[in-house]
């Protein structure tokens, strides 16, 4: 899992419409999730790294991200907020 690495892998949605510039980029700090995975087994579908790249204009990008603690809220324990509180930038 590229992911999982540390490294950033791209890959540019495949569709049949016609989409403008739009990525999808993957990073994961190796560290951050094997503190949570420590904590919940389940924590991994909620891990954050996605990081949507997007063209809104010609000359107008947007970079979007969820909040780890956002992601994270669903699961009701204290270490695992806690930790996802430590991975904010």
Do not use: F
């Not at 010609?58 to 991975?87: F, G, Y």
Request: hydrophobic share 45%.
């Amino acid at each position: 899992m590229t992911s999982a690495s540390g490294l950033i892998h791209w890959r540019q949605m495949e569709t049949a419409m016609d989409l403008r510039n739009y990525r999808i980029l993957g990073a994961c700090n190796p560290r951050l999730a094997y503190e949570a995975l420590q904590l919940e087994d389940k924590v991994g579908t909620m891990l954050p790294g996605k990081v949507v790249v997007q063209e809104i204009a010609h000359d107008l990008t947007e970079i979007a991200a969820i909040v780890p603690v956002a992601s994270m809220q669903a699961i009701e324990n204290p270490d695992l907020k806690a930790s996802a509180e430590r991975s904010r930038p």
